[in-house]
């Protein structure tokens, strides 16, 4: 047997040098001789580029060479392979992305928002230059879900992906369900301890989970990627009251990415939310507690495939991009969406109007006589059976009502709200959350 | 682009047609199209083979040459790669996996005792013929571990495996559990059901889990399968009490198969067990009810990963088997045990003894003055201290202790029950179950 480490190496470029290009360095020098072995050549990094040179990031970089001008991996003759970790949906990303892509050169990407914009300009580049486009460090950290829907459910028909894609949000929520505290202070809690950015807008507001939901989407239904066609709603407007009533009521508050296909070949169409959701207390995804992601994907023969693990961190994201880079060493790498760019499919959107299920409802209400009976009234005209009900005195003169209904079309759930809306029982804005189905 | 369609088939010769046989003929039949699309080639069936050519299976075989000979497979004109679901360690499945690999042909199998008796052989020979060996169906049924630790978690050293493997023992536990009945009780209902063999032994008595853990174990560690060195106890004697007392300190009993790497490169050891285990709540496997199987793999990198979904049944373990033959017609194959089967190290058993945990012990005892003393004094001689202890009369003259202990070395609890054996205040023989970490 030939010693794979005599074998010519995989030669990597490495652009983006913050905590994720740091980790990746390290994990390929730390494992660099099992890496070999598994993937019969060594992966060894040739030039790395970063904004600053001179920053001091733990790493001893001597022995790669510094570019300044990142352009110049797209076509240097000691690169096989462009990691891309700069991030940002557009600029030095994405000029990178089209330059390596173009010039046949294989492409390693973390960078959810670029493939979420841009990935059906990436892909068919990618398929026309036969060049390998991998993201799998795009969704979900180190856990190998972008292979395990490509490749190890590659015989299902994949009828629904969900799961918790973003980890500040499942921290926060898991910290004001153990404390009891409320949003804004754990959130300024998380920014203190650096598991939320300065401006934690991306994730929590769920843009970043709808970065990644568009991406499982696509690899699931083989559907062209649609991002703009993500409803996304946020945790902001969830209070510590809402995680109590939610608990008491048996459930527990996940911000959940959740796509599906409606309706068969011909006329299937794709509903893809982002929403803050009650998911019972029995459902695997209940129990994922702190800053792990977790993805559910339904086959039509595999049934309900999870997989979890870390969503994110230097090392869990470095694992996942050098996966990609032992899958290019090996060259076990086809279409970046398992079917060649060009065929996935337009598919319409769903609308959410005709969609069965549970609701929660919260209003913080005038706490005077009438007001349960008027917003009962509203709930009946539209035809919304309630199944639990608790309300509870807040303040002198206010009064918190939270409940769950009976299944029923979420139209009915915006029939009432219109109904309400302007009533002067309601104080605040209404919290419409949706119950997960077991 | 071309028409996947229109590109030469891959074509399988089908060895056994028992549920997973009748679901991989369903399941190439049913998501025909997509599978073409996802493999770029249409996957077809050319012949099958059983033992009764007359059974009604429900499935219509016409469209398949019927083959009465099973070696036939391995040479035939119009098989390029052979699906063994014929079962055994040895005789027919044996002779037709060394006959596929020793023509030069892919081999796609399920069966987990072959492999585990027989891996390096095959695999051996896999390697030396370039012929893909491939075996997801072999562990976990449909949930794709196989490719997630030989792929997915490529880029890390894996330090410990570990999970629920099998689905018959984990549905009795289950059901203990939620029924407070007794083991013969469920398993006589779990039999008439069809969830557990007439014959159940190789599941309860942990030889099934056992199997697919040297598996893992090999894939994550790179050494050689050794299934004769997984320590194996089954489920038989665990008594309602125990699952009771157990719950009653935070804790429910699971058929763990774990595996470890003790000490460095150079003086690397093995440790493979597979026992009933009390699993913390808060650990995810001990969520993990019914027939649901769940493995956890920690990389050095990764993190701790797990991998959950259907462990057995016709169709999730017909999309395993169909994953395979996607990679095989995509020719994304490499070596079956990620590295070269020569290069997999044959590493020295690493002994229970000086494993540090704590220790959950039941014993049925004699109701009279002095026993607890008896048994304390063993435990305090050994140095093993108690964390919690329950003691309560179960029929006039007898009564159960269970107890947690603080953590300690396991050969504490062989030097007490050592000590205890013999003794007249022991009604019965004691039971060992470790508690897994979290």
Chains 1, 2 share one sequence.
């Not at 190496?9 to 099992?34: H, S």
């Not at 807040?394 to 769950?404: F, R």
Request: net charge negative.
């Amino acid at each position: 047997m030939t010693n794979p480490l005599r074998i010519a190496p995989l030669k990597i470029g490495l652009a983006g040098l913050g905590t994720v290009g740091t980790g990746v360095i390290q994990l390929i020098e730390e494992n660099r001789d099992l890496i070999a072995r598994r993937a019969g050549r060594p992966i060894e990094i040739s030039a790395v580029t970063a904004r600053d040179r001179t920053k001091d990031r733990g790493v001893d970089l001597s022995a790669y060479r510094w570019v300044d001008d990142m352009g110049e991996l797209a076509t240097a003759g000691d690169v096989d392979v462009v990691v891309e970790l700069v991030g940002g949906s557009d600029g030095p990303a994405l000029t990178l992305a089209r330059e390596t892509l173009g010039n046949n050169r294989a492409l390693v990407t973390a960078n959810k928002a670029m493939i979420a914009h841009h990935g059906a300009e990436l892909g068919a580049l990618a398929d026309s230059k036969n060049a390998p486009l991998k993201f799998e460090a795009a969704v979900a950290g180190g856990i190998p879900v972008i292979q395990g829907l490509r490749d190890g459910a590659a015989a299902n028909r994949i009828e629904r992906v969900y799961g918790i894609l973003n980890g500040t949000c499942n921290f926060i929520l898991s910290a004001m369900e153990r404390d009891g505290r409320d949003f804004a202070d754990v959130l300024a809690d998380a920014q203190s301890k650096g598991y939320a950015e300065a401006d934690p807008s991306f994730d929590i507001d769920g843009v970043d989970a709808a970065h990644k939901l568009s991406i499982l989407a696509s690899l699931s239904f083989g559907s062209k990627i649609d991002f703009a066609g993500v409803e996304v709603r946020g945790i902001r407007k969830i209070l510590a009251a809402d995680i109590a009533q939610a608990q008491a009521l048996g459930y527990r508050i996940r911000l959940i990415g959740f796509a599906e296909i409606d309706g068969n070949n011909g006329n299937a169409q794709i509903f893809q939310r982002v929403h803050p959701c009650l998911v019972p207390l029995s459902h695997p995804l209940a129990n994922v507690t702190g800053a792990t992601n977790a993805v559910v994907a339904e086959g039509n023969y595999s049934g309900r495939l999870l997989f979890q693990g870390a969503g994110a961190g230097d090392r869990p994201t470095a694992s996942a991009v050098v996966a990609d880079l032992v899958d290019i060493a090996r060259k076990e790498t086809g279409p970046a969406f398992s079917v060649p760019t060009n065929e996935l499919e337009s598919l319409p959107r769903a609308s959410a109007a005709h969609r069965i299920g549970q609701t929660y409802l919260r209003m913080l209400v005038a706490d005077r006589a009438g007001v349960l009976a008027e917003i009962a009234a509203a709930m009946r005209d539209a035809g919304l059976s309630i199944e639990s009900l608790i309300q509870r005195e807040i303040t002198d003169g206010s009064a918190l009502i939270s409940m769950v209904t009976h299944e029923g079309h979420e139209a009915a759930i915006d029939a009432t709200l219109k109904t309400l809306s302007g009533s002067s029982c309601l104080l605040g804005e209404p919290m419409v959350m949706h119950i997960l189905g077991e």
